[in-house]
C-alpha cells in the first residue's frame, strides 16, 4: 500500500492560526520522509473577482516561509477539494497512492472537502488531529466528528509517530 502526506493550503494568506500547527506539520513532514512516504504540497489559487487573498503569482499564494518544503510535489487547486487539480489527481494514480495522512487548513473548508472526496473515491483517509487548523478553532471538534462520519481515522501525530516507524 502507498502512502503520502498531504499538506492543504499552508500559505502566506492562509489563516493566522496556522502558527499553531507549522511545528506539528514540519514534524510529520520529517515522519513522512524518513518512512519513504509521498509528501505532497497542495495552493489554493484565488480566481474569483473580488477576492483579496489567495492571488496567483502574489506572496499570499506561496507556500508558507516556515513551512518544511522537502519535495517538488506541489500542486496548485482552484476550487476547496483537492482532487479538482488534475495534476494532484494523475500523480495519485501514477504513484499508485491508496492511503492519505491529511494536515492543513481549513478545516471548515478545503480540508473538509478532500476529505470527503477522498473518502467518496473509496481512498483510506488518516486526518492529523493536530495537524490542521481553522479560522474559526472552534470548530474544529465538530470537523473531527465530520470527518470521522465519513470514515476518516483521526489520529495525533504522536500517536502517528510512535505507532508507525
Request: hydrophobic share 35%.
Amino acid at each position: 500500500m502507498k502512502e503520502a502526506l498531504v499538506i492543504i493550503d499552508i500559505q502566506n494568506d492562509i489563516t493566522k492560526n496556522y502558527k499553531g500547527i507549522i511545528g506539528n506539520i514540519n514534524q510529520a513532514i520529517d515522519w513522512a520522509d524518513s518512512n519513504d512516504r509521498h509528501v505532497i504540497y497542495i495552493r489554493h489559487e484565488n480566481l474569483s473577482a473580488g477576492t483579496r487573498t489567495l492571488k496567483p503569482n502574489t506572496y499570499g499564494a506561496e507556500l508558507a516561509s516556515d513551512l518544511k518544503i522537502i519535495s517538488k510535489n506541489v500542486f496548485t487547486k482552484y476550487k476547496g477539494n483537492a482532487l479538482t487539480s488534475e495534476e494532484f489527481a494523475n500523480f495519485i494514480i501514477n504513484n499508485e497512492i491508496s492511503e492519505f495522512y491529511i494536515a492543513g487548513a481549513d478545516a471548515t473548508a478545503c480540508v473538509k472537502s478532500t476529505c470527503y472526496n477522498l473518502r467518496k473515491e473509496n481512498y483510506e483517509v488518516t486526518v492529523l488531529s493536530d495537524c490542521i487548523t481553522s479560522w474559526d478553532k472552534k470548530k474544529i471538534p465538530e470537523m473531527i466528528q465530520y470527518y470521522e462520519s465519513k470514515g476518516c481515522k483521526i489520529i495525533s501525530l504522536s500517536d502517528l509517530i510512535g505507532s508507525i516507524k
